[in-house]
Nanobody
Framework: QVQLVESGGGLVQAGGSLRLSCAAS????????MGWFRQAPGKERQFVAAINWSGGITLYGNSVKDRFTIARDNAKNTVYLQMNSLKPEDTAVYYC???????????????WGQGTQVTVSS
């Protein structure tokens, strides 16, 4: 059992950067793969990135692979998403989630945060 709280979202101009944080509570944090998903109004949930507990495995969605970086600090029970070169199409609610395996399939993730809004203006 784990609780997740995202933060760091906001309004940014196209080409700018944001760093999202996901703070986790619960005793099993180090045993979880941590993932980021996003969802825009009227759109399906989209995989963004994932990282295993050691940081040795990372996955990225094709649309963000060259611009976003996922990292985690297990001592702080926090996972980060550094977003650079932001585009208007990155506008969405970003969710942090946990999984037992490294995958981009949302069905494999069991615990979810409440989301943080990212808005990119042109």
């Amino acid at each position: 059992q784990v609780q997740l709280v995202e933060s760091g979202g906001g309004l940014v101009q196209a080409g700018g950067s944001l760093r999202l944080s996901c703070a986790a509570s619960g005793r099993t944090f180090r045993n979880y793969v941590m993932g980021w998903f996003r969802q825009a109004p009227g759109k399906e949930r989209q995989f963004v990135a994932a990282i295993n507990w050691s940081g040795g495995i990372t996955l990225y969605g094709n649309s963000v692979k060259d611009r976003f970086t996922i990292a985690r600090d297990n001592a702080k029970n926090t996972v980060y998403l550094q977003m650079n070169s932001l585009k208007p199409e990155d506008t969405a609610v970003y969710y942090c989630a946990t999984s037992s395996i490294a995958t981009m399939a949302s069905a494999a993730y069991d615990y979810w945060g409440q989301g943080t809004q990212v808005t990119v203006s042109s």
